[in-house]
């Protein structure tokens, strides 16, 4: 099947980093101290299923990472999960902390490059509790957490990622007051507004960790943001313009000073001029969004506009299907819209796919697939997708495969 697509050849650096993503509440199973959890467990009507033993990747991390290797990916982008290392405010797990730390490591034993996000998408349920990033002193307690993962990053992490995809916790944040609106929201109808207090709360306690990474490792400190392709029609101008400079300038702005900023892109999204976000033809749906890999690289374009010349890493691309064939297709011509970008003069360290495992999709449950990966949810057992050799092969055709 994947035979038929030859391979393609990309003129990006030999240190590119070529990998896959995931995040920790999305694939370890039982983050029992998380906001999310909790909220999977209020019979809340916008929650499909809770997230359970998800792929239990905290316990079969060391099976995943020697898949990874052994397909020929050179890194692996993954997340600490705060309300392990934290479960309850100063109550520090150093069976947590070990655990990230063998992970960070196992990862370098296997030529994995780490990079590693300090939070993505959950917070602890008790900093929820206390007004999430609104709280008073949010800054402080999100730095004071950095300053406890200090020694799993200094296990070798060289991309330290700080806060997932800022313009999203708004929407978190409505999710958790049990806004139903929320859900819609989240693919495809309008967003909740982010206040300039919501935006600025975020960009603060960025930076507060961001320094503290900065002062304590050698790693690349930034954060990652989700990045639309904008498009509109003639009179959708006003309405795209507006829209990306509510849910997504604000946050490529904050990164100029960083030392890269990563790019989460999967769609596109079409504005007219009333405003409203047009689908794609019906036959280009996926379970989520439009099916248009060409996305990717007029998002490296637009993110560049904004950040200049701070490096950027694709830390999020994928396409939840069914249809392995699709998504080897998916990543072929995202790939070629990024390496078009890349001869253009846009600085791109790497391409991490989303996701490396089949993971739990938050409100939409294990429903949508996004894995190159597979697993049985009775045993746990591992499926390699065609689709993971295929891209392993490019990988391993474009790098100095660095498996040992
Ligand atoms: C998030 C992931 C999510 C993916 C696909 C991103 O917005 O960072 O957690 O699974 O998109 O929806």
Not at 206 to 235: F, I, K
Not at 273 to 292: C, F, H, K, N, Q
Request: aromatic residues 10%.
């Amino acid at each position: 099947m994947t035979e038929q697509i030859p391979f393609p050849s990309f003129s990006v650096p030999e240190d590119f980093l070529w990998g896959a993503a995931t995040a920790a509440h999305q694939v370890e199973g039982n983050n029992v101290s998380s906001d999310w959890w909790a909220l999977e467990h209020s019979n809340s009507p916008v929650i499909a299923e809770p997230s359970g033993d998800a792929a239990d990747h905290f316990n079969r991390w060391p099976e995943d990472l020697d898949i990874l290797a052994s397909l020929g990916l050179n890194s692996y982008r993954f997340s600490l999960e705060w309300s392990r290392i934290e479960p309850e405010r100063g109550a520090v797990s150093m069976a947590a902390i070990d655990h990230y730390k063998r992970m960070v490591a196992g990862c370098v034993e296997r030529g994995l490059t780490p990079v590693v996000t300090l939070q993505h998408v959950t917070l602890p349920a008790w900093f929820r509790r206390a007004g999430g990033w609104q709280a008073d002193g949010a800054a402080e307690l999100f730095a004071s957490y950095a300053e406890t993962v200090l020694p799993v990053l200094n296990e070798g992490a060289e991309w330290v990622a700080t806060i997932n995809e800022p313009g999203l916790q708004p929407l978190m944040s409505a999710l958790h007051r049990g806004d139903q609106a929320a859900l819609n929201a989240w693919h495809g109808g309008p967003m909740p507004l982010a206040s300039d207090t919501e935006i600025e709360s975020l960009i603060t306690a960025h930076r507060a960790a961001r320094d503290v990474v900065r002062a304590g490792t050698d790693a690349h400190a930034g954060w990652t943001v989700v990045l639309h392709d904008v498009q509109h029609e003639e009179e959708g101008r006003a309405a795209a313009e507006e829209w990306f400079e509510t849910f997504e300038a604000p946050y490529l702005r904050a990164a100029r000073d960083d030392d890269f900023v990563g790019v989460q892109n999967y769609t596109r999204s079409r504005f007219n001029s009333a405003g409203e976000v047009l689908p794609g033809p019906e036959d280009r749906m996926t379970a989520i969004w439009e099916y248009y890999p060409e996305a990717l690289g007029n998002a490296v374009r637009l993110a560049k506009s904004v950040v200049g010349d701070v490096p950027i890493v694709v830390t999020e691309n994928g396409v939840p299907t069914d249809d392995d064939t699709e998504r080897v297709e998916f990543i072929n011509r995202a790939l070629r819209s990024l390496d078009a970008a890349i001869a253009d003069g846009v600085d791109v360290r790497g391409y991490l796919h989303w996701s490396a495992i089949d993971n739990f999709e938050w409100a939409l449950g294990y429903g949508p697939r996004f894995g190159l990966i597979g697993f049985d949810h009775t045993t746990f057992a591992r499926s390699i997708k065609p689709s993971a050799r295929w891209y392993g092969e490019l990988a391993r055709r474009h790098s100095l495969a660095l498996t040992p």
